[in-house]
C-alpha cells in the first residue's frame, strides 16, 4: 500500500517535470532558432503618452540619488514626463535626498512621502498611483539605473491598445561580486533573454515583473489598482490585466541594470518572498485563469503553467524524499522507480532549465561563463528546499489566519560607490 | 560497505563531480563584465552626431566629435562610399551598394534609385527615396517618396462620414475598445469612435474614418481614401492609395504604403516599424521609418 503510494508520487512529479522540461526545451529551441518577435522596436517617434515614473524606496540613501539622476537624463518629452519618488516610511536620508531633487526639479520630481500605513512596495504603490496623473506608469526599484532611452522602449508598447503591460530586460550590475553573483546572472539571463522572449514570440504569456516596466493606468483603474495585501504585487497584476484582455508585452532590447543579492542569505529571503507571493497568485488567479475568455488556447495553458512554476520546486522535494523512501523500503521496484526518477529530473527537469540557461549565455556572448553551468546545481537544490519553505509558510500561515509580511531586499552599494553604466 | 557500494558510489561522484571541474576555471574569475548595455539604447540615430552637428553650425568642420567625421562631400556612392558616423554639412546624395555606414546625418538627403543603404539616415529636414532604392532606418522631419502625389482633394472629408459601429465587434466599456474575436469590417464612409482589437484581421472600407487606435492580430487592410486617428499595429498591414494615418504604423512582418499615403503630421512626427517596408511613389512619412530586414521604394 504505502509502496504503491510512493510510486503514484513519484510517477506524478516524475510527469510534471517532464512537462515542464518539454517546456523548457521548446521555449529554448524557439528562442535559437525561431525568428524573433520586433514589433516594438525603432520606435523613434510618435505621440508620447503622459508617464509618471514611481520609484519605491524604503532606506534607499545610497541608491535612490543615483536612480534620479538616470530619470532626469532620459530622453523622454520632459513635459510628459513625471518622477515619483516613494519615500515609504525611511529612517535614513532617501526623503531629504527626494526633496533636494524635488527642490531642483520642481516640475519633474514630485516625491510622495509616505509616513504610515501598511508597509511594502505593493502598499506604497498603491497609495502613490491614486495620486498620479499619468496615463502610463512605469517603476523602477530604487536601486536601477535606467539608460537614456529606456523610458521611451518601455512605453512604445502602449500605442497598441491591447497592451496593457510591458516589461523590459533586467541585468545584474554587480556580476563581479562573488559567485552567488555570477550564477544569479546567468539565472535571470536564462528567465529573460530565452524564457520571456520566447514567451512574446510565442504570444504566450510574459510576465510583468513588478520593475523595469510600464502599466497602461486605464488597465490599472480598471482592475482595481494596486493590491496591497500581496507579497508579489506584480504576478498579482499581470493575471488581473490578462483577466481584462490586455496583453503583456517583453523588451528584450530595454536592458536596465540591477543588484542582485550578494550574500545566501538575502538571496534565501529574497527567494522566499517570490515563493510566497507567486504562490498567494496561484491560489487567486489559477481558477479565473482557467475561465478568460481573452486567452487563447496556447495562452490559457502557459498561463497554467507559469502559475504552477513555484510548486515545481516543493514537488522536487517530494520526489526526493520518495525516491529514497522507496529505494530504502527495498521490494522489487527499488532499482526501477529511483532511476525513473533520476531520468525524469537530469533528462527533462533540471537539464532542462540548464540548456536554457546555457543558451541564454550563449546568446549574450558570454561563452566562457557557460562553464559555470554544473555549479548552479547547487543553486538549484538550494531554490528548491527555499521555495519549499516558502511554500509551506504560506500554507501555514493560511491556517493560522497570519498575515505574510514584505520582506525588502537589503542592498549591497553604498551611496560613496562609483557606478558608471558600462559603454 | 561492500565493493559494489563503493563502486556504485565512485561512479556517481566521477558523474557529478567530473562536469564541476572546468568550472573551477571560472570559478574565482573577477574580468567577467555586465552585459553591455548602450547608453542611447541606439534608438536616436542622432544622438551620436549631436557634438558634430552642434560644431557644424559653428562653422567648424575640421574637429573630430566623439568619433564622428564631418564631410563636405555632396555625394556619396561606390567610388566614394559612406563609412561609420558622417556628419555632412550640406545637402548630399547617395547612390551605390558600397555604403556600409552606422548613421549619417545631413540637413537633406537624397537616395537616389541605385542606392542601398543599411545604417540609419537622418536628415534634419527632409530625405527623398527615388524608386528602386533600399533603406533600414530614415528619420527627418519629411520623407517623401518620389513619384506623383495622391488627389487629396478627391478625399471625403471627415464630418461627413457617418458615424456608426464596425461590424464583427462589441465594444467593451471597461477597456474602452472595440473588441472582435474574428475579422472586423468598418464599412465604407463610416466614422468609428474608440480603438479597435480584433483576433483575425481589420478590414477599413474606403473614405472611412477611425479614431481611435487599431490592433489586429492577423492583417490591417485599409482601403483607397481611408483614415485613422491613431496607431495601427498588425502581422502585416496594407494601405491602399491616398490613406492617411496620423499615428505609429506597426507590423510584425511587412507594411506596404500604396501610392500617395501620408502617415504622420507636421507637428505630430511618428514611425512606421516592420521587418519589411514597401513604399510606393507619393508617398509622404512626417517622422521615421524603421525596416529591421529589408525597406524599399517600390516603382510605380
Do not use: H, M, W
Given at each position: 500500500m504505502v509502496s504503491a503510494g510512493l510510486q503514484l508520487i513519484l510517477y506524478t512529479v516524475a510527469a510534471v517535470l517532464a512537462t515542464y522540461g518539454v517546456r523548457h526545451y521548446v521555449l529554448t529551441l524557439h528562442r535559437l532558432f525561431a525568428r524573433q518577435s520586433?514589433?516594438?522596436?525603432?520606435?523613434?517617434?510618435?505621440d508620447w503618452p503622459s508617464v509618471t515614473v514611481f520609484i519605491p524606496a524604503h532606506n534607499e540613501e545610497a541608491v535612490i540619488g543615483k536612480c534620479l539622476e538616470a530619470l532626469a537624463a532620459s530622453d523622454y518629452p520632459q513635459e510628459r514626463l513625471q518622477i515619483v519618488p516613494i519615500n515609504d516610511?525611511?529612517?535614513?536620508k532617501t526623503g531629504q535626498i527626494c526633496n533636494e531633487w524635488a527642490a531642483n526639479h520642481p516640475r519633474l520630481v514630485q516625491p510622495f512621502h509616505r509616513i504610515?500605513?501598511?508597509?511594502?512596495k505593493p502598499a506604497a504603490l498603491k497609495d502613490a498611483a491614486e495620486l498620479a496623473a499619468g496615463e502610463v506608469f512605469v517603476v523602477f526599484d530604487a536601486d536601477y539605473v535606467p539608460g537614456r532611452s529606456l523610458l521611451k522602449q518601455i512605453v512604445a508598447?502602449?500605442?497598441?491598445?491591447?497592451?496593457g503591460l510591458t516589461m523590459g530586460r533586467v541585468v545584474p550590475y554587480?556580476?563581479?561580486?562573488n559567485l552567488l553573483t555570477r550564477m544569479l546572472d546567468m539565472e535571470r539571463s536564462a528567465g529573460y533573454q530565452v524564457d520571456q522572449q520566447a514567451r512574446h514570440n510565442l504570444r504566450c504569456v510574459p510576465q510583468y515583473?513588478?520593475?523595469?516596466g510600464g502599466i497602461r493606468a486605464r488597465a490599472l483603474r480598471a482592475t482595481g489598482?494596486?493590491?496591497?495585501?500581496?507579497?508579489?504585487e506584480d504576478t498579482d497584476l499581470t493575471f488581473r490585466i490578462l483577466g481584462l484582455g490586455w496583453k503583456v508585452a517583453y523588451l528584450n532590447n530595454a536592458e536596465c541594470y540591477e543588484e542582485v543579492p550578494e550574500s545566501w542569505p538575502v538571496r534565501i529571503r529574497q527567494l522566499m518572498r517570490w515563493s510566497k507571493g507567486h504562490n498567494q497568485a496561484l491560489f487567486r488567479y489559477l481558477g479565473p485563469s482557467l475561465r478568460?475568455?481573452?486567452?487563447t488556447p496556447r495562452e490559457r495553458v502557459e498561463a497554467v503553467f507559469v502559475l504552477l512554476v513555484y510548486l515545481v520546486a516543493p514537488l522536487t522535494v517530494v520526489g526526493w524524499i520518495a525516491s529514497l523512501a522507496m529505494y530504502f523500503a527495498g521490494g522489487s521496484h527499488t532499482a526501477v522507480l529511483p532511476l525513473l526518477a533520476l531520468a525524469a529530473y537530469g533528462g527533462f527537469g533540471n537539464a532542462a532549465a540548464f540548456f536554457e540557461m546555457a543558451a541564454a549565455v550563449r546568446l549574450d556572448g558570454n561563452?566562457?561563463?557557460?562553464?559555470l553551468l554544473p555549479l548552479n546545481a547547487i543553486g538549484y537544490a538550494v531554490s528548491a528546499i527555499t521555495i519549499t519553505r516558502g511554500f509551506l509558510g504560506l500554507i501555514s500561515d493560511r491556517l493560522l489566519n497570519r498575515q505574510s509580511a514584505w520582506d525588502k531586499t537589503p542592498r549591497f552599494?553604498?551611496?560613496?560607490d562609483v557606478f558608471v553604466v558600462p559603454q | 560497505m561492500n565493493a559494489e557500494a563503493t563502486l556504485f558510489i565512485a561512479a556517481m561522484f566521477l558523474w557529478l563531480g567530473a562536469p564541476v571541474l572546468p568550472a573551477l576555471r571560472q570559478?574565482?574569475?573577477?574580468?567577467?563584465?555586465p552585459l553591455y548595455v548602450p547608453a542611447?539604447?541606439?534608438?536616436?540615430?542622432s544622438a551620436g552626431l549631436s557634438g558634430a552637428i552642434a560644431a557644424i553650425s559653428r562653422g567648424d568642420f575640421s574637429t573630430p566629435v566623439d568619433g564622428v567625421s564631418v564631410s563636405r562631400s555632396r555625394r556619396f556612392d561606390d567610388t566614394c562610399p559612406l563609412r561609420g558616423k558622417v556628419a555632412c554639412e550640406s545637402d548630399t546624395s547617395v547612390s551605390g551598394t558600397?555604403?556600409?555606414?552606422?548613421v549619417a546625418w545631413a540637413p537633406r538627403f537624397k537616395l537616389e534609385a541605385d542606392a542601398v543603404v543599411h545604417g540609419a539616415l537622418t536628415a534634419s529636414q527632409r530625405i527623398s527615396v527615388a524608386p528602386g532604392a533600399r533603406f533600414r532606418v530614415l528619420q527627418a522631419p519629411k520623407i517623401f517618396f518620389e513619384g506623383p502625389v495622391g488627389d487629396l482633394s478627391a478625399r471625403r472629408p471627415e464630418d461627413v462620414a457617418t458615424p456608426g459601429s464596425p461590424e464583427g465587434a462589441v465594444f467593451l466599456k471597461a477597456q474602452g475598445w472595440w473588441h472582435a474575436t474574428g475579422d472586423v469590417l468598418v464599412r465604407e464612409d463610416l466614422r468609428v469612435e474608440g480603438d479597435i482589437v480584433a483576433s483575425g484581421s481589420v478590414f477599413i472600407r474606403r473614405g472611412a474614418c477611425v479614431h481611435g487606435s487599431i490592433k489586429a492580430r492577423r492583417t490591417i487592410l485599409v482601403s483607397e481614401a481611408a483614415s485613422v486617428h491613431g496607431s495601427v499595429t498588425a502581422n502585416r498591414i496594407e494601405l491602399s492609395q491616398d490613406v492617411e494615418i496620423s499615428g505609429c504604423v506597426l507590423a510584425e512582418d511587412a507594411v506596404v504604403l500604396g501610392r500617395g499615403c501620408r502617415i504622420g503630421l507636421a507637428g505630430a512626427p511618428t514611425t512606421i516599424s516592420a521587418e519589411r517596408v514597401q513604399a510606393h511613389p507619393g508617398v509622404e512619412v512626417r517622422g521615421g521609418i524603421c525596416a529591421h530586414a529589408h525597406g524599399e521604394a517600390l516603382h510605380v
Open positions: 520586433r514589433l516594438y522596436e525603432g520606435i523613434y517617434c510618435a516610511r525611511s529612517a535614513d504610515s500605513g501598511v508597509g511594502g508598447p502602449f500605442l497598441d491598445p491591447e497592451v554587480n556580476v563581479e561580486a515583473g513588478g520593475t523595469v489598482g494596486f493590491t496591497a495585501n500581496t507579497l508579489s478568460n475568455p481573452f486567452f561563452r566562457e561563463r557557460v562553464l552599494r553604498r551611496a560613496s | 570559478y574565482k574569475k573577477a574580468a567577467l563584465a542611447g539604447n541606439k534608438l536616436d540615430a558600397q555604403n556600409a555606414f552606422e
